[in-house]
């Protein structure tokens, strides 16, 4: 279960305690305040804290003060072309604070996203809980064979379930261990130390589930999302910006719809690549070979077009 019976209290509380404010506020992402969507077998993502709208996005942009007398037409045109155009500063006026519960080994690819500001559950004071990332059946991959980084076909029969009890009896064995190290009672009963938890940690395995406070601007949270919601992204972290990107609709869904037309379903190209574009409406045959590319280019190239 992702949250306990407390924690979901607590949210409940939260959310019954309403007050009124004069800063700007989301219809969509107010529903999202507080709750937890579970991601994974153990985890969650839950919005703590946001600024900002679709409208302050516009507001930045044209430097104003109010509302002024744009139409929430003008303001979805003027957000498309500052997403067509590249232009990021405005939408770095909004900000969103997540709370995430994720695998470690998760986090670490996480984190490569460098502009962010982040305070992850220290395991130096807290003792991590027993709760290990087991991935289901479905999604237990062989390598790949054209993609160094990415998975093949998924394992079946015996293989599948041998891994799958593998990754279930050695995930128990590392927390026992990890349990007994930190203890005071030792193995018959006598009292011992118990080795300090910032050392006893280094036994986990990556699979154990952290959490962190995640704030972000919009601008660097588009980008994260171009990268993790992609179908080549790893289905681990996938799935948490999935349901980011299900927030974030609701949030700003003038600057979203922009994201996911020019960013996620769009496609950016070499200038060799649209020469060959031209070239092809012209009525010429383009192959690899007089394209001036690569033959991984090649084949991106040919990907994007269809």
């Not at 019976?5 to 107010?30: C, D, F, H, K, W």
């Not at 232009?87 to 490569?112: D, G, N």
């Not at 809980?129 to 394992?155: C, K, T």
Request: some cysteine.
């Amino acid at each position: 279960m992702p949250l306990s019976p407390e924690q979901q209290a607590e949210i409940e509380e939260q959310r019954s305690q309403a007050a009124p404010t004069l800063r700007a506020v989301s219809p969509g992402m107010e529903q999202h305040l507080y709750k937890a969507q579970p991601v994974l077998d153990h985890g969650f993502v839950r919005v703590i804290d946001y600024m900002g709208d679709d409208a302050a996005i516009c507001q930045a942009a044209r430097v104003s003060y109010g509302k002024g007398t744009k139409s929430v037409q003008n303001d979805e045109g003027l957000i498309r072309y500052l997403m067509r155009h590249w232009h990021s500063t405005p939408f770095e006026m909004c900000e969103i604070k997540l709370h995430v519960k994720l695998p470690v080994f998760v986090a670490r690819q996480w984190i490569r996203h460098r502009t962010a500001n982040v305070n992850e559950y220290s395991a130096r004071y807290s003792i991590l809980d027993r709760e290990f990332y087991i991935p289901a059946p479905e999604h237990i991959n062989a390598q790949s064979v054209v993609n160094n980084q990415g998975r093949g076909g998924v394992l079946e029969g015996a293989e599948a379930a041998r891994v799958l009890e593998i990754l279930k009896s050695d995930s128990n064995r590392a927390y026992d261990n990890y349990e007994s190290m930190i203890s005071e009672d030792g193995p018959d009963g006598e009292k011992q130390d118990g080795l300090a938890r910032e050392l006893a940690r280094m036994n986990l395995p990556a699979n154990v589930y952290t959490q962190w406070y995640w704030k972000v601007d919009l601008h660097n949270l588009f980008h994260f999302l171009r990268l993790r919601a992609d179908s080549h992204a790893q289905y681990e972290i996938r799935v948490y910006a999935d349901a980011i990107c299900a927030m974030v609709a609701d949030w700003v869904p003038a600057a979203y719809g922009a994201f996911e037309d020019y960013r996620l379903g769009g496609a950016t190209m070499s200038g060799k690549a649209l020469e060959c574009v031209r070239r092809m409406l012209k009525g010429d045959e383009v192959t690899q070979e007089t394209s001036g590319m690569s033959k991984g280019e090649w084949r991106e190239f040919m990907g994007v077009i269809g």
